[in-house]
């Protein structure tokens, strides 16, 4: 039995397209690999991760210092204050 031009056709179109949607799945398939391979931005989350941990390590030394620093100054001006009498 002889496929007629239209069935013919039919069966050309589908093969064409079964062809086409078979790279398409490997080309996805090929990307998601990839990017699940692709460690680059997990580095990036690291080093801000750090970066985050050493900003809370400065802020919180900054506010410890800070709080010291103003207890010896506060020291040093009562000092001050004993040390020259009030001018009149």
């Known amino acids: 039995m002889f496929c007629t ?3 013919h056709t039919k069966k050309t179109l589908t093969v064409l397209l079964n ?8 080309k996805m398939a090929n990307l998601f690999a990839r990017f699940l391979k692709d460690e680059s931005g997990a580095t990036a989350i690291e080093y801000g991760l750090l970066a985050a941990l050493i900003a809370v390590g400065i802020i919180t030394a900054a506010g410890s210092l800070g709080t010291s620093i103003s207890g010896i100054f506060g020291d040093i001006s009562t000092q001050l204050d004993n040390a020259v009498p009030a001018a009149n």
């Open 5 to 7: 031009s239209d069935q």
């Open 19 to 26: 062809k086409n949607a078979e790279e398409e799945f490997y």
